[in-house]
């Protein structure tokens, strides 16, 4: 079965960190670019953030940007997201998955969830105020 695992989640108070880590399972990371989504109770899921295979180029959403950083192990098959300066807003499911049509992030929409495939179950993450 080709899917991510998720890992990483906790809940912290208002300031803190985590790295989430992102492993795959059944396939290789090579050529695809990877994309971290995150959906709250009742909202749409949400792209945040996206590195590319190549010239591993990043992008962020804006409510991310200078907080969160996007990384890829390609040897260890892994992504990761740092999460830096968590806000209450963070407070979400993470999930990572595969562009299975592109393998840089597209620069004027990185995260369409269209192309993105291999979803993982997630993981929670709950920040406190």
């Known amino acids: 079965q080709v899917h991510f695992v998720e890992s990483g989640g906790d809940s912290v108070q208002s300031g803190d960190s985590l790295r989430l880590s992102c492993a795959a399972s059944?396939?290789?990371?090579?050529?695809?670019?990877i994309g971290w989504f995150r959906q709250a109770p009742g909202e749409e899921r949400e792209g945040v953030a996206c590195?590319?295979?190549?010239?591993?180029?990043?992008y962020y959403s804006d409510s991310v940007k200078g907080r969160f950083t996007v990384s890829r192990d390609n040897a260890k098959n892994t992504v990761y997201l740092q999460m830096n300066s968590l806000k209450p807003a963070d407070t979400a499911v993470y999930y990572c998955?595969?562009?299975?049509?592109?393998?840089?992030?597209?620069?004027?929409?990185?995260?369409?969830?269209?192309?993105?495939?291999?979803w993982g179950q997630g993981t929670q993450v709950t920040v406190s105020s």
């Open positions: 998955a595969a562009n299975t049509m592109r393998s840089r992030c597209a620069a004027e929409a990185p995260t369409r969830i269209y192309e993105f495939d291999y």
């Open positions: 059944g396939f290789f990371l090579d050529h695809y670019a």
């Open positions: 590195v590319s295979y190549s010239d591993r180029s990043t």
